[in-house]
């Protein structure tokens, strides 16, 4: 699931992404355009019921972007705001930020 947030000014979208808690048993990465695909930078927190972590992006920009679950399986965004092709033949989850 995806939550957007605006500071203020509108400089800054504070995007919140969420997950099941039952996907995954140990470890959840964000991997995208805005960590250049590094899956060692972006750790979702568990929670309750689910893996989280917020984002602070560019507003007027779409991201790619995959969830990494324990390390081995790669999944996206049942809550994306678009999907695209990628070169490994698979979808990548697409969040829209706008003005």
Same mark, same amino acid.
């Given at each position: 699931?995806?939550?957007? &947030?605006?500071? #203020? ?9 969420? $997950? #099941?808690?039952?996907?995954? &048993?140990?470890?959840? %990465? !964000?991997?995208? +355009? ?5 899956? &060692? ?6 929670? +309750? ?7 602070? !992006?560019? #507003?007027e920009?779409n991201y790619?972007? %995959?969830?990494? $679950? ?6 996206? +965004?049942?809550?994306? +705001? ?14 829209? $930020?706008? %003005?």
């Amino acid at each position: 699931m995806l939550s957007k &947030e605006f500071t #203020p000014k509108r400089t800054i979208c504070k995007v919140t992404f969420s $997950i #099941p808690a039952d996907w995954a &048993e140990n470890d959840v %990465k !964000l991997v995208g +355009d805005f960590n250049d695909w590094d899956e &060692e930078s972006d750790s979702l927190v568990k929670k +309750d019921d689910s893996w989280e972590i917020t984002m602070r !992006l560019k #507003p007027e920009s779409n991201y790619r972007f %995959k969830y990494l $679950i324990d390390g081995q399986t790669w999944k996206n +965004d049942d809550a994306a +705001d678009s999907y695209e092709p990628n070169i490994f033949g698979t979808e990548d989850s697409v969040v829209e $930020i706008g %003005k």
